[in-house]
């Protein structure tokens, strides 16, 4: 059953994507929906959320990745930053000089050491992105077989990019069963398939353009045509 907080982004980032749109966005529309989870994590952290004692508890223990430092870094509130940082730095260094029983069975430094290496695959805003992307993913599968106009939608996408096409296929099929899987599949798989072939096409002129036989043939469509291949092949940065 679909939850009703996660199928407003999803309908909302498939019509902004559909080429029905009057002013499509030429994108995959999962990477829309990262893109707008993450946008609004990093503007409520650094808003009224930064003060919330839970949140604070998070941040302390879990930090954040290289990504979203930078991005935190880069919004206008460095004071708000600098005071998450301040009891992040904090509660981690309360953790230097310990020692437990890693210390006692491998030797010192070792807690550190694997205190460390967890804080590196640690991030608040991944987790936070992470637990609501994936029911995101899950109704858009679960709308698949609910609500008809969503097929519609589906077949008016420009394209999925291959990540989240494979979150999304593995999801239809744990949540669809077998044989709904293999419509669900029918309607999503020709999407892939013509942009996939489009795209080769284009990276292929793309490439003979630069051989002089062909210098004074028009572009077309291949301009972009690494950039484009480059969200289609690994999500848009």
Known sequence: MTEHIYTIPVNKAFDACSTENEEPQHRCPFCLLHETLENDELEL???DAMMEPDIRIKTNRQGFCRRHIGMLLR???RLGLALI???HLAEQRENFGKTGIVTALKGKGADEAEHINKLNCSCYICSRIDYAFSRMIKNAALLWDE?????KKIRTQPFFCLPHYGMWLKTAQEELGKKKFAGF???VSPVMLKYFDEL????SWFCKKFDYRFENEPWGNSKDSP???A???NGEE
């Open 45 to 47: 952290l650094l808003g």
């Open 75 to 77: 919004r206008k509130n």
């Open 85 to 87: 940082l301040e009891s």
């Open 147 to 151: 609500e008809p106009n969503f097929r």
């Open 185 to 187: 599949y029918d309607d």
């Open 200 to 203: 080769t096409e284009d990276v």
């Open 227 to 229: 950039e484009r291949a």
């Open 231 to 233: 969200d289609f092949l």
